[in-house]
Nanobody, 123 residues
Framework: EVQLVESGGGLVQPGGSLRLSCAVSGYRDSWHCMGWFRQVPGKEREGVAAILVGTGQIYYADSIKDRVTISQDNAERTLFLQMNNLTPEDTAMYYC????????????????WGQGTQVTVSS
């Protein structure tokens, strides 16, 4: 069974950094995309960063691309999201997702989701 478990979220001051991790079980080579998404209550889930697994091509949301880096440990398939210079607008539940289709930043095309890890940016 596929399982995605996020960790690394928490409370951070503005300007701080966090590194989110997604532990992956049940990985399949047929997955096209893996990515990170975020959501706040009442709003649509927003793509943050994603990887096209077969090629390693990386995609970032324009709103945050200068402050985040997505990477993957290909041995364990762990997915990471490094976030820097955080602002209160980055406060959200962050989700790891797998088995997405192109475009890789489109949440509606993903099959598997983690439970989320809360990121709160506040002084």
């Amino acid at each position: 069974e596929v399982q995605l478990v996020e960790s690394g979220g928490g409370l951070v001051q503005p300007g701080g950094s966090l590194r989110l991790s997604c532990a992956v079980s049940g990985y399949r080579d047929s997955w096209h995309c893996m990515g990170w998404f975020r959501q706040v209550p009442g709003k649509e889930r927003e793509g943050v960063a994603a990887i096209l697994v077969g090629t390693g091509q990386i995609y970032y949301a324009d709103s945050i691309k200068d402050r985040v880096t997505i990477s993957q440990d290909n041995a364990e398939r762990t997915l990471f999201l490094q976030m820097n210079n955080l602002t209160p607008e980055d406060t959200a539940m962050y989700y790891c997702a797998a088995d997405g289709g192109r475009p890789c930043l489109e949440s509606r095309r993903y099959s598997y989701w983690g439970q989320g890890t809360q990121v709160t940016v506040s002084s």
